[in-house]
């Protein structure tokens, strides 16, 4: 079992940046492939980063490619999602996600845990 508690959202101006983190719970967090995904209110849930066990590869969506950048640090059994020039289409919950065996990091079914989400509203 994993417990995933995601921080760090909150209000923003357009242009701005957050820095959203993932504490996970117990002692096999570098076993997981990790991600990012968000959902907009009456939108699909959306891929937004994935990043392997070790941390060596990295996958973004392409609506923030070049603006978003993923990272972990198993140490301390966190995942990071930097976001810079934030725009108002980036406003959404945003989810962390764990998974054992990711095949394709892009897609929700891969994963077998998820956070409760943590807001992220952008101001334009």
């Known amino acids: 079992q994993v417990q995933l508690v995601e921080s760090g959202g909150g209000l923003v101006e357009a242009g701005g940046s957050l820095r959203l983190s993932c504490a996970a719970s117990?002692?096999?967090?570098?076993?997981?492939?990790m991600g990012w995904f968000r959902q907009a209110p009456g939108k699909d849930r959306e891929f937004v980063a994935g990043?392997?066990?070790?941390?060596?590869?990295?996958y973004y969506g392409d609506s923030v490619k070049g603006r978003f950048t993923i990272s972990r640090a198993n140490a301390k059994n966190k995942v990071n999602l930097q976001m810079n020039s934030l725009k108002a289409a980036d406003a959404a919950v945003y989810y962390c996600?764990?998974?054992?065996?990711?095949?394709?990091?892009?897609?929700?079914?891969?994963?077998?845990?998820w956070g409760q989400g943590t807001q992220v509203t952008v101001s334009s």
């Open positions: 990043i392997s066990q070790s941390g060596g590869i990295t």
């Open positions: 996600a764990a998974g054992r065996s990711i095949y394709t990091y892009t897609s929700a079914r891969g994963y077998d845990y």
């Open positions: 117990g002692r096999t967090f570098s076993s997981y492939g």
